[in-house]
């Protein structure tokens, strides 16, 4: 089959690396694979055996998804967005997918809605028609009010043959987060979590005994890395390792660095071997986004989630909810988060006893490449 992803990150970049997890899943089953992104580069994230595009990109304006800017920084024109929806109109009708996959969309993203439907459009006006899925994780933001769910239902009704919801039905359903009605659910394919193989320890020791923290590929982790270089104060017999993602990371790190001054913690710029550094890790800190917390549970590293909650945003402090009566685990709230409660988290997780490494439930991809091969053969 020839298998189409369209997905658009605008903060961090979780969406997309969950959409290359599925793509390499459609490539190892032998299925030829284009992938359309429309969020800042993230050339760290493994997109072997498929094909690329770039559309023009986009970023949040922080935690602000209704407003655009463009790579520079500047706000997102009707152009820029028209340009966009032309390359991807371009992509469908030259690739002329038989499976075609939104990220997120219509779920969410709704600020791209002119783009994704004419993609979809694109698709639907094919000679073939391909098989039309969404994918979403397991949480979703909920919607504000009762419209947008009856609008995104219509969209899935009216383009989509399925909706895969990439999570276990008994551990999260899709109606925690969002409403789910008879004719949505009747479009409902759950995937079990959707994570690349269990990491094997770090080949060379890297990140052994240390408390490595992540933040992302964004800004928005900034007081996760300053609580850290407190917290590591603290912890002078205890090696800190902060990874800083996103587009202005130079800049961040060096701002970093100034504030470390001589203690013992390590800065750098995102690591491709971040999930073979976790099984030897003393211990992780980090958000609560679904890709993170799916490497946590299989490396079985000692963990503390600060979850994402500005704005509006919920998901995270809802995932943080199920994850927090595990062993070695420790929900930490932003707005009780300093460099003092950081260091008592983490000194709790380190002595508590160990947290069994989950290895079933994660096969999500592959569950997914079947479910669409099984409804492209009814078509």
């Not at 997890?21 to 050339?43: C, I, N, Q, S, Y």
């Not at 009010?145 to 899709?174: F, M, N």
């Not at 060096?254 to 750098?268: C, F, K, N, P, W």
């Not at 300093?338 to 989950?358: F, H, M, Q, W, Y």
Request: charged letters at 20%.
């Amino acid at each position: 089959m020839k298998v189409m992803i369209v997905v658009t990150h605008l903060l961090g970049t979780g969406h997309l690396s969950r959409a290359l997890t599925l793509g390499r899943a459609f490539v190892e089953d032998g299925h030829e694979t284009f992938v359309a992104t429309g969020g800042m580069p993230a050339p760290q994230l493994d997109s072997a055996g498929m094909t690329l595009l770039g559309l023009p990109p986009l970023r949040s304006d922080g935690t602000d998804f209704t407003r655009l800017l463009t790579q520079s920084g500047k706000v997102a024109e009707e152009a820029y967005h028209a340009a966009r929806a032309t390359a991807l109109v371009k992509a469908v009708q030259s690739f002329a997918p038989d499976v075609l996959i939104t990220e997120l969309f219509p779920f969410g993203r709704r600020s791209l809605a002119a783009e994704f439907l004419a993609g979809l459009q694109a698709a639907r006006d094919l000679p073939r028609k391909p098989i039309i899925l969404g994918s979403i994780r397991d949480i979703l933001a909920p919607p504000s009010k009762p419209s947008k769910a009856d609008r995104t239902e219509d969209i899935v009704c009216e383009y989509y043959d399925g909706v895969l919801v990439h999570s276990d039905q008994i551990v999260i359903p899709l109606a925690v987060s969002w409403p789910v009605t008879d004719r949505l659910n009747d479009r409902l394919y759950y995937t079990g979590f959707v994570a690349p193989k269990a990491p094997a320890p770090h080949p060379v020791g890297v990140g052994k005994d240390e408390v490595l923290v992540s933040a992302g590929g964004g800004s928005v982790g900034q007081p996760i890395f300053r609580a850290a270089i407190e917290a590591a104060r603290q912890m002078p017999n205890r090696r800190w390792r902060l990874l800083v993602g996103g587009q202005d990371a130079p800049a961040r790190i060096d701002q970093l660095r100034q504030l470390a001054g001589d203690i013992s913690v390590i800065i750098e710029p995102v690591r491709p071997d971040f999930r073979q550094m976790l099984p030897l890790a003393a211990a992780s800190v980090s958000m609560c986004g679904y890709n993170t917390a799916l490497d946590i549970l299989q490396s079985g590293t000692p963990a503390v989630f600060v979850p994402f909650d500005d704005g509006k945003e919920v998901e995270q402090s809802l995932r943080g909810q199920t994850l927090s009566e595990m062993p070695a685990t420790s929900v930490l709230p932003s707005k009780k988060l300093d460099g003092e409660t950081l260091a008592r988290a983490v000194a709790k997780v380190v002595t508590s006893n160990p947290r069994p490494i989950s290895d079933r439930g994660f096969d999500g991809a592959t569950k997914s490449v079947e479910i669409a091969k099984q409804l492209k053969a009814r078509a």
